[in-house]
């Protein structure tokens, strides 16, 4: 039986996060935040969604740390 190979995220598609606390709502919004001159024209790659959630990770961190 033969199977499909497709590739991870080849539509644009958010992947899980990795993150523990973090929601895939959380990072989609911070991904629009930090992405938005490139929306719509362009969906976001695996990289770009992993460099938000990373991104939102630190910025979460920080101000836990300040607070």
Known sequence: MKKK????????????TFTPGLTKAMVRQHAY????????????TL??????????ANSVEAESLMG
């Open 5 to 16: 190979m497709t590739k991870p995220n080849q539509r644009g598609e958010q992947p899980a």
């Open 33 to 44: 935040e930090l992405f938005r001159d490139k929306l719509p024209q362009h969906p976001l």
């Open 47 to 56: 990289d770009d969604w992993v460099m938000a959630e990373k991104d939102l």
